[in-house]
């Protein structure tokens, strides 16, 4: 971690780089969804945002979860993902690198990786934090799912 102190227009803080090889996995976790923090309340005077990457392995499916009343916006980094979500999680879409997507508060969902050959990662921002709310009332092993490749 690199740090230097700034002043600008009487706002004093400290600048921070976060090096790829020191950032430490999230406290908010879901099955098959793995959240690293990158800018967050735990390294960081972040106090009104979360911002990292979630990994998702091949074939892989996440548990239900949703973010309390944090606003979510996601960027698929890298693979082929979805989303359910909706009534017993009928609703799906499916995203692609470069897409992004907004998860508004309390909305259950569930996340996926398309692929069962490539790694899914998600760029991930929340504000005002990191909140996880894992749900254990869905089965999810036999929603359908499209595989991209």
Same mark, same amino acid.
């Given at each position: 971690?690199? =740090? ?7 706002? !004093? *803080?400290?600048?921070? $780089?976060?090096? #790829?090889?020191?950032?430490?996995? @999230? ?7 793995r959240r690293i923090s ?8 972040? =106090? ?7 990994? !998702? *392995?091949?074939?892989? $499916?996440?548990? #239900?979860?949703?973010?309390?009343? @944090? ?42 990786? @398309? ?35």
């Amino acid at each position: 971690m690199t =740090d230097t102190t700034f002043d600008i227009n009487k706002n !004093t *803080g400290i600048f921070r $780089v976060y090096r #790829a090889g020191d950032l430490q996995a @999230a406290p908010g976790q879901t099955f098959n969804a793995r959240r690293i923090s990158g800018v967050s309340r735990e390294n960081s005077a972040a =106090d009104g945002l979360w911002f990292g990457k979630v990994y !998702t *392995g091949p074939g892989e $499916v996440s548990g #239900a979860h949703h973010h309390g009343e @944090a606003q979510t916006g996601g960027y698929v980094l890298k693979g082929h993902g979805f989303i359910r979500y909706g009534e017993g999680y009928g609703q799906i879409v499916y995203l692609e690198e470069g897409d992004f997507v907004f998860v508004p508060p309390f909305m259950p969902h569930i996340e996926g990786n @398309a692929s069962k050959t490539e790694e899914l990662v998600w760029m991930t921002t929340r504000t005002p934090d990191n909140i996880v709310v894992n749900l254990d009332d869905q089965d999810i092993v036999d929603l359908e799912i499209e595989y991209r490749s």
